[in-house]
């Protein structure tokens, strides 16, 4: 196709080339130059003038591939921007005297296949960004000799298969982004020659199996993002962040360290972490958490987000080792009556979300040691009262107190909510009224007259 478009122009002259430095490029940069094209225009270059040029951005054009003999009019460009110029093919070709290429930008062009061997000019080439595009089929060779490539953007095509033999070239390799495609198998071996990865990101994939041995045999993996697909297991070694949201894993392995974890949003019952000695943030809201046994050793945890499990004990041991921890969620866990020195470490805890449990009550000395909690949740509940008359010594830095949805008498909550008011706690956003829409109310807290 794009041959015949060639041999079409070829008897064209080209004079569409025009040449703008001012406008793009900073002034210091007399390397840069901006070149627009337009559809009517010539795409086969001149090839007996050329141009000292070492970054080239085409901008507003319609150029539908890479112009003819373009590394021999710019033999020096190391830096190629064609971002929404509407290309459709590339070819072997088109990359012929590409050796001093560095940086090729393509998104936001129709790509839709990349042949094999099309790269193999372009020795030198350290990034690749042909995210946006429509390519489906990835031929094995796609990019053959590319081993001084360290960043391939290929999120948002169609891809559906990733040959098994695709990155074995590509040995300086550091960052991959497949998000936004729809490959469904990650071949055991996919990644065997890129030691030196260390972000992958597929996110929202159809991967239905992830083979353990993948990440597991990964020495520099540090971002690994597989949130939005269907596999039910993952395993890897030590990494520092995670992500695995709002998909289906019942089982998440982590044989090492972990700094992040965001698992919101599955089916995990079962979570391992070896060594939890830096990890920092473990975000496992909406899953099927029975405890917190797996990660009750994690000293130096500042943020947890557990809501929307089913622990409905909590062991004396869970949160005995974190001191650090300052945000707590352990809203709808079915939460009946924590043990009265569930928190007794938590003095650095700030934010304690207890709300939509089932708790009647709290024991007496629960929230005595939380000296600089700042906000509290404790609504939903069925409480009829709590031990306030400390609450402004004990925890000095409290700022609000959730209270809506429990059992509390008029009375009672009155003296509550009027000890709030006093010690500048705030609990609710509503208006004092005695009779909202019908209902007792506090402060707009709903309340019993008996
Ligand atoms: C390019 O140079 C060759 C040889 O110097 C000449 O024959 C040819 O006409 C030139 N082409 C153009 C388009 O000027
Ligand atoms: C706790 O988690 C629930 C449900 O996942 C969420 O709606 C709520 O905003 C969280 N609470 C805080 C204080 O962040
Ligand atoms: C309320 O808390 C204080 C101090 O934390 C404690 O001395 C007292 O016994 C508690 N009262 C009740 C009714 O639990
Ligand atoms: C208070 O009670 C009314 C009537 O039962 C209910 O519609 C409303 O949602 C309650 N408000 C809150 C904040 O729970």
Redesign the pocket.
């Known amino acids: 196709m794009s041959k015949i478009v060639l041999s079409f122009v070829f008897t064209m002259l080209c004079q569409g080339l025009h040449v703008d430095i001012k406008n793009m490029c900073p002034r210091s940069d007399k390397f840069c130059v901006k070149v627009k094209l337009n559809p009517s225009e010539s795409y086969e270059l001149d090839r007996n003038v050329t141009y000292p040029h070492q970054k080239v951005t085409f901008s507003g054009s319609r150029v539908y591939a890479i112009p003819g003999h373009f590394f021999f009019v710019f033999p020096n460009v190391r830096f190629l921007t064609m971002n929404r110029c509407n290309v459709r093919n590339l070819e072997e070709a088109d990359f012929m005297g590409a050796e001093n290429l560095v940086r090729l930008e393509m998104w936001k062009n129709q790509i839709r296949e990349l042949p094999r061997d099309l790269f193999s000019g372009c020795r030198n080439l350290e990034w690749l960004d042909l995210s946006s595009n429509q390519i489906k089929t990835l031929h094995p060779h796609s990019f053959h000799g590319l081993r001084r490539l360290r960043k391939l953007l290929l999120f948002r095509n169609q891809i559906h298969t990733l040959p098994p033999i695709l990155f074995r070239d590509l040995v300086a390799l550091e960052t991959v982004h497949l998000e936004d495609n729809r490959i469904e198998i990650l071949e055991e071996n996919i990644f065997i020659a890129n030691s030196r990865l260390g972000i992958v990101r597929i996110r929202n994939n159809r991967l239905k199996v992830v083979h353990p041995s993948i990440f597991l045999s990964m020495r520099n993996l540090y971002w690994l993002d597989l949130s939005r697909n269907y596999f039910d297991e993952i395993q890897t070694n030590t990494l520092d962040t995670l992500h695995i949201n709002d998909g289906m894993v019942k089982k998440c392995f982590i044989n090492g360290k972990i700094r992040n974890l965001h698992a919101d949003n599955n089916e995990i019952q079962s979570l391992y972490i070896r060594d939890l000695t830096n990890t920092q943030e473990i975000h496992i809201s909406r899953n099927k958490l029975y405890d917190l046994s797996s990660i009750h050793g994690a000293k130096h945890l500042s943020k947890l987000d557990a809501s929307q499990n089913k622990l409905g004990l909590l062991n004396s041991l869970d949160f005995s080792q974190m001191a650090d921890l300052m945000y707590l969620n352990l809203s709808n866990t079915d939460l009946i009556l924590p043990g009265k020195n569930a928190f007794a470490r938590l003095t650095n805890l700030a934010t304690l979300d207890l709300s939509h449990n089932q708790m009647r009550e709290l024991p007496p000395d629960l929230l005595t040691p939380l000296r600089n909690l700042r906000e509290l949740h404790l609504d939903y509940n069925k409480l009829t009262q709590v031990n306030y008359s400390n609450l402004r010594d004990s925890s000095p830095a409290l700022k609000y107190l959730g209270l809506?949805?429990n059992n509390w008498r008029c009375s009672y909550l009155r003296d509550l909510v009027e000890y709030m008011d006093r010690n500048g706690i705030s609990v609710s956003k509503g208006i004092y009224d005695d009779s909202v829409?019908g209902?007792h109310?506090v402060a707009g807290?709903?309340c019993t007259l008996l």
């Open positions: 809506h949805g829409g209902t109310n807290i709903n």
